[in-house]
C-alpha cells in the first residue's frame, strides 16, 4: 500500500506510473479541491492520467456531475466501467421497481428535496408509500404549515414540496413525515436536547394532510399571483414549478380562476 499526499500532479502520476502488480495506491481525499465539485474538465483530464480503465463503485455519489464521477468517464470512452457493488444496487433497484408484488415502500433521505425531485416523481407510479427522513423532512413540513425552528429547509423549495405531495395524493401514494424526534436548541453534542413524541403537533399536522395541503398551495399560489400581477409565467417561476401549466392546473384544482 502506497499514499501520496494529493490526488493530481506530478507527485501521483509519478507514483501512480512506478506501481508493480498487485501494489495499491491511496490518494488524499480529492474534495480538497473544489475543481471536484465544480466539475472541472481539467480536473478530471488531470484525474484520468492516474489509470487506464475508469470504474465506478459509488452507488452514493454516481447521479453527481462530479469531476471524479461524470466528467471523468468522457476521458475513458472505451475503458469505463461500473463496479460490483453498483451492478448489485442497480440490480436491486430495478427488482423492486419492476417486480408486480405489492405493497411497495420506498424509503429516501439527504438534505434537499431539490435533489430527489427525479427519484420522487419516478417511483410514484411503482410504490404505495414513501417514507421521507433526514434534513429534507424539514422542507416537507415547513411548507405543510409546521414550525421547524432553525432546522435544515430549502426556503425556495416549498412550493415544490407541495406539488410532490400532490402528485403523491393523486396517485394514492402516502407520504410519511416523522412522528418523533430529538430537538436541541444548538447544533453540538453539548446542546441541550428534548424528546417530542408526537412530532404531529410541533409540525402542525394535527388536521387532514389533504387539508392542509390545499390550504397552503392557495396562499402560495395567491402570494404569487399578487407579487407577479398574475403573470403565470413569473409565478410559477417564483414558486419553483416546471411551468406555467403546472401552476395553471393548480389555479384550475384550488378553484383560483377568478383571481
Known sequence: MKFVANCVGVEAEKAAAELQ??????????????????????????????GDVYVNDAFGTAHRAHASTAIIAKFFPKDRC???????????????????????TAILGGAKVSSKIGVIENILDKVDHIIVGGGMT???????????????????KLALALDLLAKAKAKNVTIHLPVDAIIADDFNNNANTQEVANVSLTFGQQVNISDILDIHRKNYVKAALKATG???????????????????????ELGLESI
Do not use: C, Y
Open 138 to 156: 424539514f422542507t416537507f413540513v415547513k411548507a405543510l404549515g409546521g414550525k421547524i425552528g432553525n432546522s435544515l429547509v430549502e426556503d425556495d
Open 21 to 50: 502488480p498487485g501494489e495499491v495506491l491511496l490518494l488524499e481525499n480529492l474534495r480538497f479541491h473544489p475543481e471536484e465539485k465544480n466539475g472541472d474538465k481539467d480536473f478530471a483530464e488531470q484525474l484520468s492520467k492516474l
Open 82 to 104: 461500473f463496479g460490483n457493488l453498483l451492478a448489485k444496487e442497480i440490480e436491486s433497484i430495478n427488482k423492486v421497481l419492476n417486480d408486480n408484488q405489492k405493497p411497495v
Open 230 to 252: 398574475n403573470n403565470k409565467t413569473k409565478a410559477a417561476q417564483m414558486l419553483n414549478l416546471k411551468s406555467h401549466q403546472v401552476l395553471t392546473n393548480w389555479i384550475k
